[in-house]
């Protein structure tokens, strides 16, 4: 029994070839990056790459090999580059073009066609006129990108081959079931998507409480605008709550249905779906997390 057991633990340690799947999760995905130093730090080879909404954006500069100039230009993100980047729309239907931002990103990554990438790429979206995931295998990385991060109500979806499409994380937020992989890669997922809603909610609210507290012209607005003051129910937050809420849940459906040898869950309780400018302590929580993911998966 012991020399059995020693030689599975031998087998994994030689299985190093990984499939990565990087779930949605808006700038909670920078995690990703720090997943992904992770893997190669303890030696793993990453063969193949899937992702959803952001989590597309650092699959698909990894499958470029663009990653290290990404980290480089988000290490220089700060409030006033996000609202540089961030072209403001009159649309009745969404707030944000998304034009700029990904002429930004193909200055770091110039456009290619995802077949002809030196590492198996795909990412996730959906057709808002069919319900249906789409995923893109081929064609222009950057429209498949732009296609998969399409907030709906927050960017203008893209219209493709017939398709209105929008946000990938609304069908499949971490596709586990879309990666290429072989019959020996280890398939390795990152999900940023879920989060313990119960605790942000009070955080929240006592945050809203020392505030109002703070002033009395809060107080008196409060009084006669309620809601207006820290975080309440509103068209912006429940919208934003209810999508969470919804990609979170089949996120956990995606891991039951497709368990990953080595999962890292990242409930990232600290930062919020906007938060770009921090960078640095993001990355860092997914290099850390993904090494006692690695840890725990070799001690079995």
């Not at 990653?67 to 700060?78: R, V």
Request: charged letters at 25%; proline letters at 3%.
């Amino acid at each position: 029994m012991e020399s059995r057991k020693l030689l599975a633990r031998i087998f994994k340690r030689e299985r190093r070839d990984v499939a990565l799947v990087l779930s949605s999760g808006g700038a909670r995905g920078l995690a990703h990056i720090g997943a992904i130093d992770s893997l190669l730090s303890n030696g793993f080879n990453i063969t193949s790459v899937s992702g959803t909404s952001f989590g597309s954006i650092v699959a698909g500069m990894y499958a470029m090999g663009r990653l290290d100039d990404f980290k480089e230009w988000m290490a220089k993100i700060d409030k006033k580059a996000i609202r540089q980047y961030t072209d403001y729309s009159l649309s009745l239907s969404y707030f944000v073009k998304g034009e700029r931002i990904i002429e930004e990103l193909k200055k770091i990554a110039p456009d290619r066609n995802i077949e002809d990438l030196p590492i198996p790429f795909t990412c996730v979206a959906t057709d808002w006129k069919t319900g249906k995931e789409m995923v893109f295998r081929k064609g222009s990385i950057w429209q498949a990108i732009r296609s998969s991060i399409s907030v709906p109500g927050m960017f203008a979806p893209v219209e493709f081959d017939g398709h209105i499409l929008i946000d990938g994380g609304i069908t499949n937020p971490f596709p586990l079931d879309r990666v290429a992989r072989s019959k020996t890669d280890l398939l390795v997922g990152v999900n940023v998507s879920g989060h313990d809603y119960g605790s942000i909610w009070e955080r929240r609210h006592a945050a809203k409480a020392r505030q109002i507290r703070s002033s009395k012209a809060l107080q008196f607005l409060n009084r006669v605008m309620p809601g207006v003051v820290g975080f309440d129910l509103n068209y912006f937050t429940l919208l934003d709550q209810t999508m969470s809420i919804s990609i979170s849940q089949n996120a956990r459906r995606a891991i039951l249905l497709n368990k990953p040898d080595i999962l890292v869950d990242i409930p990232m309780r600290r930062f919020g779906g906007g938060d770009y400018d921090k960078f640095s302590q993001i990355r860092r929580v997914g290099e850390q997390k993904t090494d006692k993911a690695i840890a725990a998966f070799l001690k079995k």
